[in-house]
Nanobody, 127 residues
């Protein structure tokens, strides 16, 4: 099982970035893919997830209306479009897979539900 993130970088406040996550190695369908981030000195925050069966999504309040999660089933990948970035969005962004059936919570995914993780990609937003 392998998850590989890409697309991070350094941008200025108000700009956009798109992160991608390519998933490989699963022999069966999985329940959901989530995006998480971790700022320096802080815990890991679940920011968005998408259910693979029907494309349902959820977002943390901190990113609603600015970030959009989408999937490309043909390429086995998930993307996170991030608009109007703020310095508070700075951190390492991870994608992860929840393999077992569960729930999409109203305010973003919980890290404890996700078993497989990528290595992360750095996003830095300057003011």
């Amino acid at each position: 099982v392998q998850l590989v993130e890409s697309g991070g970088g350094l941008v200025q406040s108000g700009e956009s970035l798109t992160l991608s996550c390519v998933v490989s190695g699963f022999s069966e369908d999985y329940f959901a893919i989530g995006w998480f981030r971790q700022a320096p000195g802080k815990g890991r925050e679940g920011i968005a997830s998408i259910r693979t069966s029907d494309g349902s999504t959820n977002y943390a309040d901190s990113v609603k209306a600015r970030f959009t999660i989408s999937r490309d089933n043909a390429k086995n990948s998930v993307h996170l479009q991030m608009n109007n970035l703020k310095p508070s969005d700075t951190g390492v962004y991870y994608c992860a897979v929840q393999s077992s059936p569960g729930y999409l919570y109203a305010n973003g995914p919980f890290a404890s539900d996700y078993e497989y993780w990528g290595q992360g990609t750095q996003v830095t937003v300057s003011s």
